[in-house]
């Protein structure tokens, strides 16, 4: 309760702020937290992106209007951001400082002193070069700053009664390419029909990563392995359907960020 304390305390003090908001479980406790205090000083600022699935984005949608909270949507193309497509290493960094500068531009336009993300202590274990983007541009990191971690925001989310709190952890979906691998819309978009269909079939946590232009391999959780064999020939057909020619399953299962595992 001194972390919840301290965040309501860091918050009021910044007087007004434009909350980067996702939908996932980190920056909808915040905007609530926020929301509570600072009432109509507050602004949900959601940027609608290829990389951003469309069930996401209309979640953004319902908490805001469940709440009461006045949102603002930007609808940006991160393929035009330039280098993106070529899915660098510091790919992250590029689309957070586009995406941010254009948060601010719209803070300061709305009247916001600040603007505000949904970073964490736990988001500083892998490599997020998009987290210098956020420094340089001057961003507050509340939860990161009061020493929250993943799992105390889902406890508290809990007991607040968001819907989200055990929500699982999400990425954008350009985090599914091995570096180096062109990003095209048409590949975006079977990464995403992919993994609705894959949740759709009660698969909870994963991520359907995409090698080259036909091979999609499947991350899960490992109690999960079971039955996403017995589910084999549904899943190699449908995703087939989608446009993959090979359907691999990954033996280590889920885990965030292994795009980043050929990194130094």
């Known amino acids: 309760m001194e972390k919840l304390e301290n965040l309501r305390k860091y918050l009021t003090s910044l007087k007004s ?3 980067a ?5 980190d ?10 205090l600072l009432g109509d000083k507050v602004l949900a600022v959601t940027v609608r992106l ?15 209007k469940k709440y009461g909270i006045r949102q603002i949507i930007i609808d940006y193309n991160e393929l035009d951001i330039a280098g993106f497509s070529k899915n660098p290493e510091n790919r992250c960094y590029l689309c957070k400082k586009a995406i941010f500068t254009k948060i601010k531009e719209v803070a ?3 009247g916001f002193l600040e603007v ?4 964490n202590l736990s988001d500083t274990g892998d490599y997020r070069p998009g987290m210098q983007a956020i420094s340089e541009l001057g961003i507050k990191t509340p939860l ?19 819907a989200c709190w055990n929500k699982p952890s999400a990425a954008c979906l350009s985090s599914r390419f091995v570096y180096g691998e062109k990003i095209t819309l048409k590949k975006l978009k079977m990464i995403e029909a992919g993994e609705n269909l894959l949740h759709n079939m009660g698969f909870s946590q994963l991520r359907l990563r995409i090698h080259g232009e036909k091979l999609a391999r ?37 885990r965030s960020g292994s795009m980043n595992e050929v990194l130094k």
């Open 116 to 119: 505000c993300e949904g970073s």
């Open 27 to 36: 920056s909808s406790f915040l905007l609530k937290v926020a929301h509570d």
């Open 50 to 64: 290829h990389s951003f699935p469309e069930k996401d984005f209309h979640e953004t949608e319902d908490f805001c």
């Open 21 to 25: 908001f996702s939908g996932g479980v």
């Open 17 to 19: 702020a434009a909350i």
């Open 108 to 110: 300061k336009q709305e």
């Open 144 to 162: 990161m700053h009061c020493g929250f971690y993943k799992e105390e925001i889902r406890l508290f989310s809990r007991d607040m009664g968001l």
């Open 218 to 254: 499947i991350e899960i959780l490992p109690d999960e392995l079971e039955k996403v064999l017995s589910l084999r020939e549904k899943i190699i057909q449908q995703l087939k359907q989608l446009g993959f020619t090979y359907v691999t399953l990954d033996l280590q299962g889920f």
